[in-house]
């Protein structure tokens, strides 16, 4: 079952703008992971954050975790068009029998314009 | 990072018929899973791929519609079986090295089935 959901479902920006995309989740989690998905193909991994973090960074994606809210936030600064693309967020739920089985949230569409 | 080649990449299958989908991963890996996305949506785990054991399905696939294969821990096998038009998705194959380690994709199976 979707544990994620998330918000916006699409958002349409100019090149140059920042875009930022939230999570909710309904568990206790290990960790909170976003991808990336380009027109239909294998996803790719952004960042992952445990959930004794508060704060990651990698390159423009800053993300943020509120354990106590259970959500997540994915922030891209100063978008290109090359951003373009789905973004998920994805929980490996505590408690599991195995680890790393994620849960996907339902995907925002970020499209930026030239 | 790991590099998951999965095949074949697309398919058009008359429906009653199966389809094999390959999964090789270029170093081992201890977690195997096999996703499914249907058009427009998010992802759903199929399984768990356990080396040298049974697969371990989540509620709503079965073993016989889903027969799971993975003979080592660089390969895996997903059949989907007696196909119908509503099987029609993107299979994805991914893989995990660890706990709070992120999860590696294929590039997906585009299936249809007429």
């Known amino acids: 079952s979707q544990q994620g959901e998330e918000d916006p479902q699409a958002l349409s920006i100019q090149e140059g703008e920042n875009a930022t995309m939230n999570c909710s989740y309904k568990t206790s989690i290990n960790n909170l992971q976003w991808y990336r998905q380009n027109s239909g193909r294998g996803l790719v991994h952004l960042i992952l954050?445990?959930?004794?973090?508060r704060e990651k960074h990698s390159g423009r994606l800053r993300v943020t975790l509120d354990t106590s809210k259970k959500s997540s936030s994915l922030l891209i600064t100063a978008s290109r068009a090359a951003d373009t693309a789905s973004y998920f967020c994805?929980?490996?739920?505590?408690?599991?029998?195995?680890?790393?089985?994620?849960?996907f949230g339902q995907g925002t569409i970020l499209t930026v314009h030239p | 990072s790991a590099v998951i080649s999965q095949k074949p990449s697309r398919d058009i299958c008359q429906r009653g018929t199966s389809l094999t989908i390959q999964c090789q991963v270029d170093?081992?890996?201890?977690?195997m899973f096999w996703y499914r996305q249907q058009p427009g949506q998010s992802l759903t785990l199929i399984a768990t791929a356990n080396q040298g054991s049974e697969a371990t399905y989540e509620s709503g696939f079965v073993i016989d519609k889903f027969p799971i294969s993975r003979p080592n821990l660089t390969f895996s096998t997903l059949t989907v079986s007696n196909m119908s038009p509503e099987d029609s998705s993107i299979y994805l194959c991914?893989?995990?090295?660890?706990?709070?380690?992120?999860?590696?994709f294929g590039n997906g199976t585009r299936l249809t089935v007429t």
């Open positions: 991914s893989a995990t090295w660890g706990y709070n380690s992120p999860l590696h």
């Open positions: 954050i445990r959930s004794n973090e």
């Open positions: 994805a929980t490996d739920d505590a408690g599991g029998t195995s680890y790393g089985k994620l849960t």
């Open positions: 170093s081992q890996v201890t977690m």
